[in-house]
């Protein structure tokens, strides 16, 4: 039921928001790996962010359509952190 659960998601995250019982089990049983690979997982390179904030006029604006590539950025030192509401 966990690796059915896991199929039906493209990310770890989207799994967790939208069946946590199921992600949790597989947490807690030390299953994550095998049944949501982290190949699974986008990965946001320094090029991939860049090419998202082009998407955007504004920083609210990112973060609203796509926080996890902002919060990327702000790890790679795209975007200074004190400009957040900007």
């Not at 920083?59 to 030192?77: F, H, I, M």
Request: glycine letters at 2%.
């Amino acid at each position: 039921m966990v690796r059915e659960s896991a199929k039906k998601r493209k990310s770890r995250m989207e799994w967790f928001k939208k069946d946590p019982d199921a992600y949790n089990a597989a947490r807690r049983h030390g299953w994550l790996d095998i049944v949501a690979p982290a190949s699974k997982r986008k990965r946001w390179t320094l090029e991939k962010c860049k090419e998202e904030a082009l998407k955007y006029k504004s920083l609210p604006e990112w973060r609203s359509k796509n926080p996890a590539s902002l919060q990327a950025a702000y790890r790679r030192g795209l975007v200074n952190k004190n400009n957040k509401n900007k």
